[in-house]
């Protein structure tokens, strides 16, 4: 199984055991369908409101950037302005690594993303512990084509038969195309954790811009 065309369009599965990286509130129990709005005006570039797909009111998320002297950073908010998330990125390496820390801080790492991109296709991969049941670990892989912003992340390696748990595409609006920003949509299985599909989406779009 890959994330081809046909991998695309199969069903998300549903996660009967919670897949989480940062706290349970965020594995909900129903699918859900995020719409990750970039920030015209931001002062960054690559901020983003993260909102139901079907409702702009109903927020999730806030992503803000801010650069720093040898990095950049990407802070991730709930709807009530509480860090959920922290994303801390190497700037003009080949095999871009970002690592992710709980909060505002670089006190605890969650885990790490590593992103490779070769022609037209992506991979981002990570390994993060089970933030609920402790001993247990999760192996998450995207996989798609980066010109598009196609791609699913799976629970395992695609090639081993990985599970498809969340779709990331980009939506063609006139907001997208007269603006010129980047939104996305990422739709996501029940039971797995929202806030690390987040990054890994955002992580996509800062690695399609290096």
């Given at each position: 199984?890959?994330?081809?065309?046909?991998?695309?369009?199969?069903?998300?599965?549903?996660?009967?055991?919670?897949i989480?990286?940062?706290?349970?509130?965020?594995?909900?129990?129903?699918?859900?369908?995020?719409?990750?709005?970039?920030?015209?005006?931001s002062?960054?570039?690559?901020?983003?409101?993260?909102?139901?797909?079907?409702d702009?009111?109903?927020?999730?998320?806030?992503?803000?950037?801010?650069?720093?002297?040898?990095?950049?950073?990407?802070?991730?908010?709930?709807?009530?302005?509480?860090?959920?998330?922290?994303?801390?990125?190497k700037?003009?390496?080949?095999?871009?690594?970002?690592?992710?820390?709980?909060?505002?801080?670089?006190?605890?790492?969650?885990?790490?993303?590593?992103?490779?991109?070769?022609?037209?296709?992506?991979?981002?991969?990570?390994l993060?512990?089970?933030?609920?049941?402790?001993?247990?670990?999760?192996?998450l892989?995207?996989?798609?084509?980066w010109?598009?912003k196609?791609?699913v992340?799976?629970?395992?390696?695609?090639?081993?038969?990985?599970?498809?748990?969340?779709?990331?595409?980009?939506?063609?609006t006139?907001?997208?195309?007269?603006?010129?920003?980047?939104d996305?949509?990422?739709?996501?299985?029940?039971?797995?954790?929202?806030?690390?599909?987040v990054?890994m989406?955002i992580?996509?779009?800062?690695?399609?811009?290096s």
């Amino acid at each position: 199984m890959g994330a081809d065309q046909s991998a695309f369009e199969i069903p998300l599965y549903p996660q009967p055991n919670p897949i989480c990286a940062t706290e349970a509130r965020f594995c909900l129990p129903h699918y859900v369908q995020l719409r990750l709005r970039e920030k015209f005006w931001s002062v960054s570039g690559d901020d983003f409101k993260i909102c139901d797909a079907t409702d702009k009111t109903k927020i999730y998320f806030q992503c803000e950037g801010r650069s720093m002297s040898l990095s950049e950073k990407r802070f991730l908010f709930d709807n009530a302005g509480v860090p959920v998330l922290n994303m801390k990125m190497k700037i003009m390496s080949f095999t871009d690594v970002f690592r992710i820390f709980a909060g505002d801080s670089s006190e605890r790492q969650i885990c790490s993303f590593k992103a490779k991109m070769n022609l037209l296709k992506a991979k981002i991969s990570t390994l993060f512990p089970d933030a609920i049941k402790e001993g247990l670990y999760h192996h998450l892989v995207l996989k798609g084509d980066w010109r598009d912003k196609r791609c699913v992340i799976f629970l395992g390696e695609p090639k081993l038969g990985g599970t498809p748990i969340a779709r990331i595409f980009r939506p063609y609006t006139g907001r997208t195309v007269l603006l010129g920003v980047d939104d996305y949509i990422l739709e996501v299985a029940s039971g797995v954790d929202i806030a690390i599909c987040v990054m890994m989406c955002i992580a996509l779009d800062e690695h399609s811009r290096s």
